[in-house]
């Protein structure tokens, strides 16, 4: 399977932990992206990332979240001191940059008690 | 504020119908459109992409774009049972990098 990958694919957690979820875009996708969605809504753009550099961040992410691209390979989300609204599906997205066409990954569907 | 707007349905068509969605997005400058299709629990599959002025079409499907009414729409013909889903726009707004904003979906019944 050639597609984004995406780790874990659920995780549930306590109220204040930290949590840490991966992701592999599509081989030689120099552009990658996270999403948040929640029921009803559209994914939510969170942050881009071309190659290893953060060029873009969302004002809706707290700095509880942080997002690294070392190596401008895979990509990882942390989430700090979880809140029962961070509850969502965090999609990840990769993109060949050429005309901007985003492919999803799973996603990681991740519940706060 | 940048927004996409789509009706949330349900649309209810029968089998062998077209199924038509809409979407329309506040920012004349944008250049590229996408139509996601999301099965319930599933990630976003794009479908189709445009970014002229006009019809585009792949298979069963027609993406329509008029960038002076910014309007943007989906035909799907001889729609089947398969099709029931949820279709979300995307819009990559002028005047940013490349992050997608996305409408919050039509969610789309085709009955047999």
């Known amino acids: 399977d050639t597609g984004v990958s995406q780790d874990p694919r659920h995780k549930i957690t306590k109220r204040g932990q930290n949590v840490t979820f991966r992701c592999d875009p599509i081989?030689?996708?120099?552009?990658l992206y996270w999403y948040r969605q929640t029921l009803g809504q559209g994914p939510e753009f969170l942050t881009y990332?071309?190659?290893?550099?953060?060029?873009?961040k969302s004002r809706l992410l707290s700095d509880r979240f942080s997002a690294e691209r070392p190596k401008g390979s895979f990509s990882t989300l942390e989430i700090q001191r979880t809140e029962q609204g961070d509850s969502a599906m965090y999609l990840c997205?990769?993109?060949?940059?050429?005309?901007?066409?985003?492919?999803f990954g799973p996603g990681t569907r991740l519940t706060v008690l | 504020q940048k927004e996409v707007e789509q009706n949330s349905g349900p649309l209810s068509v029968p089998e062998g119908a077209i199924a038509s969605l809409n979407c329309t997005y506040s920012d004349r400058g944008s250049q590229s459109f996408f139509w996601y299709r999301q099965y319930s629990g599933k990630s976003p599959e794009l479908i189709m992409s445009i970014y002229s002025n006009g019809d585009k079409e792949d298979g069963r499907f027609t993406a329509q774009l008029n960038k002076a009414s910014q309007y943007v729409s989906l035909l799907i013909r001889d729609s089947q049972p398969s099709d029931s889903a949820t279709y979300l726009c995307?819009?990559?707004?002028?005047?940013?990098?490349?992050?997608?904003?996305f409408g919050a979906g039509t969610r789309l019944a085709v009955h047999p």
């Open positions: 995307a819009v990559r707004f002028s005047g940013g990098y490349n992050k997608l904003i």
């Open positions: 990332f071309q190659n290893e550099a953060q060029l873009e």
């Open positions: 081989s030689e996708h120099n552009r």
């Open positions: 997205a990769s993109s060949p940059g050429q005309n901007n066409e985003q492919f």
